[in-house]
Nanobody, 118 residues
Framework: QVKLVESGGALVQPGGSLRLSCAASGSIVSINSMAWYRQTPGKQRELVADINSGGNILYADSVKGRFTVSRDNAENTVILQMNSLKPEDTAVYYC????????????WGQGTQVTVSS
């Protein structure tokens, strides 16, 4: 059974940095896109950053220049490096991946809380 496990969420002061990690495990044939989404109470989940198997990257406008997404295809992991954090970055961050196992399906992690506050 495939699962995604996130780590790295924490309380951080404005202007600080955090690094989120997500590891996929199970009977994985291949992984297409890996991405990070975030959600705050009462709002829809929104895309933060997406990286496909070819390394093409898409960022939300609100995080461009501050966040960097990367992946390790050998380890089936995706990393979100978050710098210059703002209070409005506070949210539950979810890892997402399209995984072939053996059929292509979407998978979500359980979420990790990021709180930016002084």
């Amino acid at each position: 059974q495939v699962k995604l496990v996130e780590s790295g969420g924490a309380l951080v002061q404005p202007g600080g940095s955090l690094r989120l990690s997500c590891a996929a495990s199970g009977s994985i044939v291949s992984i297409n896109s890996m991405a990070w989404y975030r959600q705050t109470p009462g709002k829809q989940r929104e895309l933060v950053a997406d990286i496909n198997s070819g390394g093409n990257i898409l960022y939300a406008d609100s995080v461009k220049g501050r966040f960097t997404v990367s992946r390790d295809n050998a380890e089936n992991t995706v990393i979100l490096q978050m710098n210059s954090l703002k209070p409005e970055d506070t949210a539950v961050y979810y890892c997402y991946a399209e995984i072939r196992s053996p059929y292509l399906s979407p998978y979500w992690g359980q979420g990790t809380q990021v709180t930016v506050s002084s």
